[in-house]
């Protein structure tokens, strides 16, 4: 077979009209997904830093007040222990015993509600991007494969 032969057959085939188009339309439709999946993607990426962000700072927040919490319940302990040292007798060590007690009870009940505030104010803040972009994710969903 000639060149000019080759070329002729070559030339001969052409591309039906119906399969060209249906191609380009494959490719369109595909790109137009890809930039969605891109999009959702990025922002998947950016839901996921927000929350980390959020998880990040309410724990150093967390971990700060336990600290306060901390070094105030020790200043309480010395403080008992010098009273309880220059108590004079045993009805003042009792009296001193049961104010400590009772004082430290109560401001453990307060640091526990404080503590669980913070600690639920975190679990809420950080929750929130994710259930905010899940319900949007959802939205999107339910318009894109509506009939």
Avoid: W
Wanted: proline share 1%.
């Amino acid at each position: 077979m000639t060149k000019a032969q080759a070329k002729t057959k070559t030339e001969a085939f052409e591309m039906p009209v119906d399969v060209r188009e249906f191609a380009e339309k494959s490719v369109d439709q595909a790109q137009v997904v890809y930039g969605q999946f891109r999009d959702a993607t990025q922002e998947t990426v950016d839901l996921l830093d927000v929350t980390a962000t959020a998880v990040k700072d309410g724990a150093a927040t967390l971990q700060l007040k336990a600290i306060d919490m901390a070094q105030a319940n020790m200043i309480a302990g010395f403080d008992f222990a010098r009273k309880f040292a220059t108590a004079k007798d045993f009805k003042e060590v009792v009296d001193l015993q049961a104010t400590f007690v009772r004082e430290q009870f109560a401001s453990l009940t307060e640091q526990t509600t404080e503590l669980g505030g913070l600690a639920a104010k975190t679990v809420e803040t950080a929750s929130k991007p994710i259930k905010d972009g899940m319900t949007k994710s959802f939205d999107q969903a339910k318009t894109a494969f509506k009939v």
